[in-house]
Structure formats: structure tokens, C-alpha cells
């Protein structure tokens, strides 16, 4: 559902082990999580929303391995569907919340409580995701050019 929200020059990745899950044409990579209240095993309280941030130590490209240490996108979507009822679809993209924020305003940490995201960005309905991104990949190519033009005059 994230790829028909985000069309080109976005790029799906749906290789196994690709090291993110969207490529924009001029670089920029991004990663999406999910988690949902509802599971398919039986339980009697929803699922606690956590999503994995670790950094890695590389990725796979095919059958070559790169080291590489550290998170392999520069934006994450963290998505979340809340609905535990009889009405929960987890096929319609309107039941879903989508939360965007740039790896650098990701802490250190390996995991991240929906609770945490919330602190950093407020929820976007998939109608709203492409502007959200859009959003999130103009201030990291912003910070990233900062960040080059502070190392050259540093």
C-alpha cells in the first residue's frame, strides 16, 4: 500500500534482504515499519507497538555483501494499524496511520515504541503520506548538504 501512495521517482525495492524498502531517483532511501493492534494469533489485549531501528552492520546487494555500520535509510514510515474490532481490515490503507521521520531524529536505541515516534512527528493518512515524505526527504537533503558545506569549511 506504501508503493501506490509513493509513485515515481520513488522506486519499490522488493528484493529479499534489500537493505530499504524505496529508492528515490536522486538517492534517498527509505524504510518502512509496521505494527498492528491486532494479531493473528489469539490474545486477549493488543499487541504493544515497537518497531525495530537498530543500526546495521551492512546489507546484502544480491550475493555481495557491504559493510556498511549504521541505519540504511534516510527516512523511515512507521506504519500502524490501531482498529482490534470485528471492522480491523488490514488490506485498506485507510485503517492505517503513517508516521514519517528522518533518520537523524531517530535516538540511538535498537527499538522504538509507538508511543516514542509520536513524540517526533504526528500520524498521516495514506492520502497524505507523498506529501509527508516529500517533507521528511527535502529537510534530510537540506541537512545533508549543511552537513557537507560544514565539513568543507571545517
Known amino acids: 500500500m506504501v508503493d501506490l501512495a509513493l509513485p515515481y521517482p520513488w522506486s519499490w525495492h522488493p528484493e529479499d534482504w534489500a537493505p530499504y524498502d524505496f529508492g528515490h531517483q536522486d538517492g534517498t532511501r527509505l524504510e518502512v515499519k ?6 493473528s494469533w489469539p490474545t486477549t489485549k493488543p499487541s504493544k507497538p515497537t518497531f525495530d531501528i537498530k543500526p546495521r552492520t551492512g546489507f546484502w546487494e544480491g550475493a555481495n555483501w557491504t ?3 549504521g541505519r540504511n535509510a534516510d527516512i523511515y514510515v512507521f506504519a500502524y494499524h490501531p482498529i482490534t474490532d470485528a471492522a480491523a481490515d488490514h488490506r485498506d490503507p485507510r485503517q492505517w496511520q503513517f508516521y514519517v521521520v528522518p533518520t537523524t531524529a531517530l535516538p540511538n536505541f535498537q527499538t522504538i ?6 513524540k517526533l512527528t504526528e500520524p498521516v ?10 517533507r521528511a526527504r527535502e529537510a534530510f537533503l537540506a541537512a545533508s548538504l549543511q552537513s557537507i558545506e560544514q565539513q568543507a569549511n571545517g
Not at 509496521?34 to 494479531?39: D, F, G, K, N, T
Not at 493518512?125 to 516529500?134: C, Q, S, T, W
Open 125 to 134: 493518512p495514506v492520502e497524505r503520506l507523498l506529501d509527508a515524505v516529500e
Open 113 to 118: 515504541t509507538l508511543g516514542s515516534v509520536a
Open 34 to 39: 509496521q505494527s498492528s493492534a491486532l494479531q
Open 67 to 69: 559493510a556498511q555500520i
